[in-house]
């Protein structure tokens, strides 16, 4: 059921020992959310904690360090940014049916949750919650304000890509005026601008492996497991590196692919018109006009020309 | 002398065939704060034209095109988005001590305008210009608007860097909800994220010639004259990269080093908390805290001995 932000407030007020549910492979979104929302239920006196199938990354440590995880019998299960209970990884199974709050802001929510608050035209499941909290008269902590930041700058692409709208801006011109001891800057920082030695050898090899199909229009970078294994990184290394099949002029659709244990991680970008969401979910996937993506088995070569194919027909 | 946005105003809906001057090197903001003054007169009945050093890059042609040069004997001297008349080039022999109005946010401006209407806490001059044309009382054109927002988007590094205030966003905000057939994310993407083949290339080179200083503190790229020949790239071509310099987690300066016909041009960034423009000014230099430049000429041994110094003094 889709609920309103006066339903979710009563469902804060009133819940207690909670479990909050990130998705697995966890972004700046997920994590400011989850730890944003532990800061806001602290407020009201409930006990929290924060779950996520994977270990949260280190560039996320001035959201997540500090917070000691309580152990306690949950009574609330949360998810926030979760479109789909799939992506909880190992918690699916334990939380996957149980979920009586989902606060999100994909179109593609598949309503697994009993409430569901989605408001599909935010930027962030952080600007989502950053509304509930005004509308619930709440003052937030530095911390907390922190935490929503990065998940409104990292889900935003910093107010580059489509989603970033005229309250995308508003919402935080007005966390900047309240919070002028935060340091915006640093933050934008660390999440787009720091990068090891070893990334920035590594985004230049990727840079070197991209690969141009349909007049350059559908640009694709596959790293296999071979690749990992030579280049000496794990999984979490590889994320952020979507945005670099769309660096050409040309290109309209960008598929950054990673192969994984059991299958193939797609991760679809669009330029500009086309909306990858509707290929992903041709392809069992789903997520954002822009930014989407599906998982697909089989043989490498198999997946390039299925995905070819579906991207060929949304042209 | 410093002007607010009255006398301003007096100033341009009196002001009749004008030129409009933009620095050297032109970037986002001056062309766009050149070309959005452009519209603004052209809306109040004053031709102008408007007037740059080099060419106008390629990637703003959506700004400078469609727009014709006026022949006419120039009655006004404008300057935007110029902290220094020996920024203008060519220009400053025919024009640098009679331009009557400047419009600027460089905190070092030289004053050396009749009138200069400086705000040295707008993120780009294009910001200025906009709050002068809303003092103003006018309905800007999509096209002006597109100008302005290009302006502001490429000085604000996207929204990332420290300049980028509240009023930036509120800025944007209002942009955004009036003007909602202009496509933003578009414009985002031209500045920022779209690259030939041959300047990803580049840029791996770049990555692979940063030189750590000062325990890492500072980090310096060089580019020389034969390097330049060896690469095939011309000087334009080397735009933007000054932000490489700051990647690495400990970098606090970075220095992009250019070698010209005569000199190098050092154009300094600073991660966080150190003022480069006060560093810059030790050095003949400028601009602002984040983001400063100087040209020095020798050898490039010695200059990068000069910087060293000057860098660990600031330390």
Known sequence: MYIGFSEAETFLRN??????????????????????????????????????????????????????????????IIAVDIADNKLMGKYQEIYGDKV?????????????????????????????????????????????????????????????????TPHTHEVVAE?????????????????????SAGRIRLESRLNDMIETYLDGKLCIIAVTKELIEELGITDGELEGFAPLTIQYENAEVGIFIRQRADDYKCSFRSADEVNVSKICETLGGGGHAKASGCNLSGDLDDIKKQLIEAVSKAL
């Not at 009201?44 to 270990?55: A, M, Q, T, Y």
């Open 15 to 76: 819940c207690q020992d909670a479990v909050i549910i990130t998705h697995r492979n966890p972004d700046g979104d997920c994590t400011g959310a989850g730890f944003a929302m532990k800061d806001i239920l602290r407020q009201l006196g409930i006990r929290s904690r924060v779950v996520c199938h994977d270990v949260f990354p280190k560039r996320y440590d001035f959201i997540t360090e500090g917070e000691t995880e309580e152990d306690f019998e949950p009574q609330t």
């Open 100 to 164: 009586q709050l989902c606060i999100d802001h994909h179109i593609s929510n598949k309503n697994y949750a009993e409430k569901t608050l989605l408001r599909a035209d935010a930027s962030a499941a952080c600007e989502v919650i950053y509304d509930l909290a005004k509308f619930m008269g709440l003052k937030l902590s530095k911390h907390c304000v922190e935490c929503l930041y990065t998940g409104i700058t990292t889900d935003s692409g910093c107010f580059k890509y489509a989603c970033t």
């Open 175 to 195: 966390m900047m005026r309240e919070y002028s001891d935060i340091n915006f800057t640093r933050i934008n920082r660390y999440m787009f601008d720091v990068k």
